[in-house]
């Protein structure tokens, strides 16, 4: 199987006489739906391979490679759905890829070379940026589409590069309590806002937000990495809990006191750092 095979089935399902009804009525606007499900439930995959302990890795392979699979359907479909309009080919997409790693890691294909990874980020930011001379922006090129929280990190990393950037760290950390310290003027010891006030808490909590952003920027550290990670724990760590609690034999934590729900918890936390510890391993 080569991946023109594969064309050639992508094809046969878009033919407008003997294709899939439902494939061959796609465009590229009604599958942006599926291309952003495929990636994400792609974003799992790679999670569970990177996670999983060795009995289970030969499964979290497989669940990748089928995710994987998925994705490069989107990308086929899209590159299929342009040569039928005549825009490009699924060849000039792997064509432009192959060229732009070559051009922009001349430390690999050409003569230059680099330090470490902060070196080869430098060179990527100002080969591109040679590239998209034209822009307007230093913003563009920055999808509108991506999670708030990913779109703020590459905003931060584009602002940072023009040396709008802090001196010292500890400002960061003084920044971030100064905009906690705005949002609770405008919400503490409320029990419900005016749309005013709304309006004026939800400003106050994206600034929080961005500078969080960049509090993980200063460390290197992607923030919706991060959060998505904090995200699989925390529902992790709630299903043990629930287990814990059914063992125990009661049916619903509404049945128990904030201190006994804390216990659970604690009892939750042991239990996954216990399982972490053997997937480490």
Same mark, same amino acid.
């Given at each position: 199987m080569s991946i023109e095979d594969f064309k050639n089935t992508v094809a046969a399902l878009r033919n407008q006489e003997k294709g899939c009804p439902w494939v061959k009525t796609q465009t590229h606007s009604s599958l942006k739906r599926y291309l952003l499900e495929e990636l994400y439930e792609c974003l799992e995959a790679v999670d569970e391979v990177e996670e999983a302990n060795p009995e289970k890795q030969k499964i979290a392979n497989h669940t990748l490679k089928e995710e994987l /699979?998925? $994705?490069l359907l989107q990308v086929m479909l899209h590159s299929e759905i342009a040569e039928e309009r005549g825009? *490009? &080919?699924f060849s000039d $997409? $792997?064509?432009?890829?192959? %060229? +732009?790693?070559?051009?922009?890691?001349p430390h690999v294909f050409s003569d230059a070379s680099v330090k470490n990874t902060d070196e080869v980020d430098n060179n990527w930011e100002k080969i591109k940026k040679e590239e998209k001379k034209n822009r307007k922006s230093i913003f563009e090129g920055i999808p509108k589409e991506l999670p708030s929280l990913a779109r703020a990190w590459k905003i931060s990393k584009k602002a940072v590069r023009e040396s709008f950037e802090w001196?010292? %760290?500890? +400002?960061l950390y003084e920044q971030l309590q100064s905009e906690i310290e705005e949002f609770k003027e405008v919400s *503490?010891? &409320?029990e419900e806002l005016s749309k005013s006030e709304k309006d004026a808490a939800e400003l106050e909590l994206g600034? #929080?937000?961005f500078t969080v952003v960049n509090l993980a920027r200063w460390f290197k550290i992607d923030p919706e990495e991060a959060l998505r990670k904090t995200n699989n724990k925390f529902t992790n760590r709630f299903d043990i809990?629930?287990? #814990? $609690? &059914?063992?125990? /034999?009661?049916?619903s934590l509404k049945e128990h006191s904030p201190t006994e729900l804390q216990e659970f918890w604690q009892k939750a936390k042991h239990k996954q750092n216990e399982e972490l510890k053997h997937v480490s391993k």
């Open positions: /699979g998925d $994705v825009a *490009f &080919k $997409v $792997v064509d432009y890829i192959n %060229e +732009k790693m070559i051009r922009r890691n001196d010292e %760290e500890r +400002k *503490f010891a &409320k600034d #929080i937000l809990m629930m287990d #814990i $609690v &059914k063992e125990s /034999g009661s049916s």
